[in-house]
């Protein structure tokens, strides 16, 4: 069973929810074997969503099961606007995702993650203790590309990964949040995907559920390495999530 909960029909605003592009992903999930497309366009975009369009469409793709979520910005202390974009669709899951730190994007250009002027231990610790606080923040099914702090390879000298993302991934486990192995960081400056193999079986030996994600933005990305993903999943013994869907898991 192939799944790829990260799917941005949108893109960064590249096209509109219409059916003609819903089916060009759709279709696309099909030619990859998917059994389940999870859509998670950016949360800016909430106005330009049409979940009830594409739950409609997804009625001819009856081998396909198709579930409308959200990726949302998490940024400490704005967890009323996160609610409220929670409240303004029916959306079955939530990905909850950091993407900067102190008001500038770690994963925009190097150079605006270098402007915040931390060193790669501090750089790390500090994304992780805001992932932290997005997971025990309960908004989230799932947490996404968990070491996205990475992209531009930098790496902690003075500790590994694994151990300064312990706290994240003890605050994932206890609010009952899946992390996702996002496949996209294989065509980012980094190379590989999220998160990395230590964390992986870190977060395995917690017993975190994890999802699989291909981040797309374009059709043609649906499913990218998924199948290959799962293999990763199963080779390691991780958990798969049970259920998908905030409804579900209420
Ligand atoms: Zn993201
Ligand atoms: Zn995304």
Excluded at 19 to 45: K, M, P, Q, T, W
Aim: with cysteine; net charge negative.
């Amino acid at each position: 069973m192939l799944v790829d909960t990260h799917v941005h029909l949108l893109g960064h605003r590249d096209r509109p929810a219409t059916e003609a592009n819903i089916r060009l992903f759709l279709d696309a999930a099909v030619r990859r074997d998917l059994s389940l497309i999870g859509f998670a366009d950016h949360e800016e975009y909430l106005e330009d969503m049409r979940p009830d369009l594409l739950r409609t469409v997804a009625l001819d793709y009856p081998q396909l099961r198709v579930l409308v979520g959200v990726e949302l910005d998490y940024r400490p202390g704005e967890e009323g606007r996160l609610r409220a974009a929670l409240r303004r669709h029916k959306f079955d899951f939530a990905i909850g995702s950091v993407h900067e730190l102190t008001g500038r994007a770690i994963d925009r250009t190097a150079a605006e993650a270098d402007a915040l002027g931390l060193s790669a231990d501090e750089l790390y610790r500090r994304y992780f203790a805001c992932v932290a606080q997005a997971a025990a923040s309960g908004l989230f099914d799932i947490v996404g590309h968990i070491d996205l702090v990475k992209i531009f390879g930098a790496r902690p000298q003075t500790a590994t990964a694994a151990d300064l993302a312990a706290g994240a991934l003890d605050a994932v486990a206890a609010a009952g949040c899946a992390i996702e192995l996002n496949t996209n960081g294989r065509y980012k400056p980094v190379g590989e995907w999220y998160p990395s193999p230590s964390l992986l079986a870190a977060a395995a030996a917690r017993n975190i559920p994890v999802t699989t994600g291909s981040d797309a933005h374009y059709p043609e990305q649906v499913g990218r390495e998924i199948a290959e993903a799962a293999a990763v999943l199963s080779a390691i013994g991780a958990r798969r999530p049970e259920k998908f869907g905030r409804r579900a898991r209420a």
